[in-house]
């Protein structure tokens, strides 16, 4: 069934070592946008993360947050060959530039390579990465399912605007069937007014009201918006990512009721009718193309 691009979701898991919190919260967006806040110890397995995140949803701006707390004690390793060269160089540089302090040893410390952890961290390391994507595979899910779940509630209110679109396309049809009668009498009653007492050819006063009926038919309209009703309807109803296809589709139905309105323009009460369920059908493919602009 379709999607929303808004919803939100949470999971939590404990290990002896480790507990895990991850929640998602997504948006509106037009393409994917993932945002992922990660704590330093999971920096590593970001990539296998937005992958992970890229094979589940298609569209809409994630924020992706998790909070990792560490509980069984890790040994600590410190390369205490790297610790003397730097020391061997401090003291060298010291003695150059007569500088009397000792080295600061939390600065010692803080260098690159000087600590690592043990085997216990190593395991560690490969429990989070696993709990890790286990725990965003099971979060993305549950974020799918309440995405679903909104979309319902949209797909239930296009439904409706698209059987109002079939009554305006039927009453359409009803005003159109009458309008070439409707065209004479209203062309014989102007050429009237300007011939005054010349008598009137009525053969031929039919054949330009039926020139102007043509000119102002609109049942090739109104068939190919029948069309792309129909493959609204079905559309909203798919699986998968809608949202653009259904944007494209919506753009063809307005032009062509935008169509129908500029040709029954001016033609008198039957026009001015047909104009008014024109732009009625304006308006609920613009409703719709609103609530399409959720669906991802």
């Known amino acids: ?27 509106n967006h037009r393409f994917l946008d993932v945002q992922l806040r990660l704590p330093p110890e999971l920096d590593a397995y970001e990539v296998a993360a937005r992958q ?7 569209r809409g701006s994630l924020q992706v947050n998790a909070i990792l707390e560490t509980r ?26 007569g500088i009397a302090d000792g080295p600061d040893l939390n600065a010692i410390l803080r260098l690159p390579a000087i600590i690592a952890g043990g085997a216990e961290a190593g395991s560690q390391n490969q429990n989070v990465q696993k709990a890790l994507l286990a725990l965003l595979d099971r979060v993305l899910e549950d974020l799918i399912r309440c995405r679903e779940q909104e979309a319902a509630g949209i797909v239930e209110e296009m439904d409706r605007r698209s059987e109002e679109i079939q009554r305006c396309l ?20 102007r050429l009237s007014e300007l011939l005054r007492n010349i008598p009137l050819d009525s053969q031929r006063l039919l054949q330009e009201a039926a020139l102007l009926a043509d000119r102002s038919d609109t049942s090739e309209e109104i068939q190919r918006l029948r069309a792309h009703n129909l493959q609204l309807r079905s559309l909203i109803g798919s699986t998968g990512e809608v949202g653009k296809r259904l944007d494209f589709l919506l753009q063809e139905m307005n032009r062509e009721a935008n169509t129908i309105v500029s040709k029954t323009a001016g033609i008198g ?9 024109g732009l009625a059908l304006k308006a609920e493919i613009e409703k719709i ?7 991802e």
């Open 1 to 27: 069934m379709a999607r929303s691009m808004t919803g939100y979701a949470r999971a939590h898991t404990e290990t002896p070592e480790f507990s895990l919190t991850l929640s998602v919260k997504s948006v």
């Open 52 to 58: 992970l995140i890229k094979k589940k949803v298609a």
């Open 72 to 97: 069984a004690p890790v040994s600590i390793q410190v390369n205490k060959n790297l610790v003397q060269g730097y020391l061997a160089a401090y003291r060298e540089l010291a003695r150059e530039h």
């Open 170 to 189: 039927q009453e359409i049809e009803r005003v159109s069937k009458g309008l070439t009668q409707v065209l004479a009498e209203r062309l014989g009653e």
């Open 269 to 277: 009460e039957a026009g001015l009718a047909i104009t008014d369920l």
């Open 289 to 295: 193309r609103e609530q399409g602009m959720n669906l």
